[in-house]
C-alpha cells in the first residue's frame, strides 16, 4: 500500500484526497491546535509529529509521498511579498530538508546491496500553493526557480536549472532529468 506524509497539514485536505484513493496517510505535521483536533477526528489512524522546524528525517516513519502546502502569504499578490525569505513562506525549505533527511535514511537502512528494483522513500514530493510563486522574488520569479532547482536537488545534488525563456513561467510545464521529473501546473481552486 502506497503510504503519505502530510506537512502544512490544516485540516487534512491531503489525506483525505489520499485516502479516498487508496493511499494510507500514516502521519502528518501542523502546529495550529483546532486543524489537528480536526485531523484526529477524521483520520484517528494517523500520528501527528508537531513542527516541521522540529523533525528529523531520520525519525519519521517511511513513507512513498511526503505532500505539503507552505504557508502562502509571503508569495501571494495578496500578501507583502517577502517570498520564499519571509518567515511563513520559507518553511517550504524545510519540505525540502525533510525529504532529503528521509532519503538518506532510507538509502543507509537499504545499504549497499540495494537492487535496482528498489527505489529509495518517499519517491513522489507534492507541493502546493498559490500562483503568485511564479512572480514572486527578485528578479521577478526567482522563488519558482528556486522552488523548482530545490526539488530537483533532491535526488541530483548538482543541478543548475535555467530561467525560463522570457523569464516568465508558464503555468504548467515539466523537467526530465536522468531518474527524476518535476512537473507543475496551476489548476483553479473553485
Known amino acids: 500500500m502506497i503510504r503519505l506524509g502530510s506537512l502544512f497539514d490544516g485540516i487534512g485536505g491531503f489525506p483525505l484526497a489520499a485516502e479516498k484513493n487508496g493511499i494510507c496517510p500514516v502521519w502528518a505535521s501542523e502546529v495550529e491546535r483546532f486543524p489537528v483536533e480536526v485531523t484526529k477526528y477524521h483520520f484517528p489512524q494517523m500520528r501527528h509529529m508537531g513542527d516541521i522546524t522540529k523533525l528529523k528525517g531520520e525519525n519519521l516513519p517511511v513513507v512513498d509521498i511526503i505532500a505539503g502546502g507552505s504557508p502562502c502569504q509571503d508569495l501571494s499578490v495578496a500578501g507583502r511579498r517577502e517570498g520564499l525569505d519571509g518567515e511563513r513562506s520559507g518553511l517550504f525549505l524545510e519540505q525540502v530538508r525533510l525529504v532529503k533527511e528521509m532519503r538518506r535514511q532510507e538509502e543507509r537502512r537499504m545499504g549497499s546491496g540495494r537492487r535496482a528494483d528498489q527505489l529509495v522513500r518517499p519517491r513522489y514530493m507534492v507541493w502546493e ?62
Not at 143 to 158: A, G, K, Q, Y
Open 129 to 190: 500553493n498559490v500562483p503568485g510563486a511564479f512572480s514572486s522574488g527578485e528578479p521577478k520569479g526567482a522563488d519558482f526557480h528556486t522552488v523548482l532547482e530545490e526539488v530537483c536537488r533532491i535526488p541530483e545534488e548538482s543541478v543548475s536549472l535555467p530561467r525560463p525563456p522570457g523569464g516568465a513561467w508558464t503555468p504548467a510545464g515539466i523537467i526530465m532529468g536522468e531518474g527524476f521529473s518535476v512537473a507543475w501546473r496551476v489548476l483553479d481552486a473553485c
